[in-house]
């Protein structure tokens, strides 16, 4: 399902890297660290800002910013991303490889990813 040779996607402020057990591993770029002061103050006008904007580059490649689904919204409020969300002719959405923060409720993923440098991203089996 995942591939055994990790192969990152890099976009201007992060990259992305799947891991062989299916989590999604996100680290800061060069310049993603040079912005993340001025990403982490824009916090105070709209609190996801800096997350919309590390992400920006990806979602406007083909990836999804898939937290505001309405199947996943009923189990959870935590950020979610995917690589693949289709709709279906029947209007039904098709959702690939699906990521999410799971502790978004006891830990800052802003702070985590400037100080550590990265993020690790459960995988949800949407197969299931």
Same mark, same amino acid.
């Given at each position: 399902?995942? %591939?055994?040779? /990790?192969?990152?996607?890099?976009? %201007?402020?992060?990259?992305?890297?799947?891991?062989?057990? &299916?989590?999604?591993?996100?680290?800061?770029?060069?310049? &993603?660290?040079? @912005?993340?002061?001025? /990403?982490?103050?824009?916090?105070?006008?709209?609190?996801?800002?800096?997350?919309?904007?590390?992400?920006?580059?990806?979602?406007?490649?083909?990836?999804?910013?898939?937290?505001?689904?309405?199947?996943?919204?009923? /189990?959870?409020?935590?950020? @979610?991303?995917?690589?693949? !969300?289709?709709?279906?002719?029947? &209007?039904?959405?098709? !959702?690939?490889?699906?990521? $999410? $923060?799971?502790?978004?409720?006891?830990?800052?993923?802003? @702070?985590?990813? $400037?100080?550590? &440098? $990265?993020? !690790?991203?459960?995988?949800?089996?949407?197969?299931?």
């Amino acid at each position: 399902m995942f %591939p055994k040779v /990790m192969e990152f996607e890099t976009g %201007p402020y992060i990259a992305l890297c799947v891991l062989p057990d &299916g989590k999604l591993l996100i680290t800061l770029t060069s310049d &993603g660290w040079n @912005a993340r002061e001025e /990403m982490f103050e824009s916090r105070q006008k709209f609190y996801a800002a800096p997350l919309y904007d590390l992400f920006e580059w990806f979602w406007c490649n083909g990836y999804e910013f898939t937290h505001d689904l309405d199947w996943w919204e009923q /189990m959870s409020s935590a950020p @979610a991303f995917s690589d693949a !969300v289709f709709v279906e002719d029947n &209007g039904d959405l098709d !959702v690939r490889h699906f990521w $999410y $923060y799971n502790e978004y409720q006891t830990t800052d993923e802003l @702070a985590e990813l $400037y100080e550590k &440098g $990265y993020l !690790v991203w459960d995988y949800f089996d949407c197969e299931k």
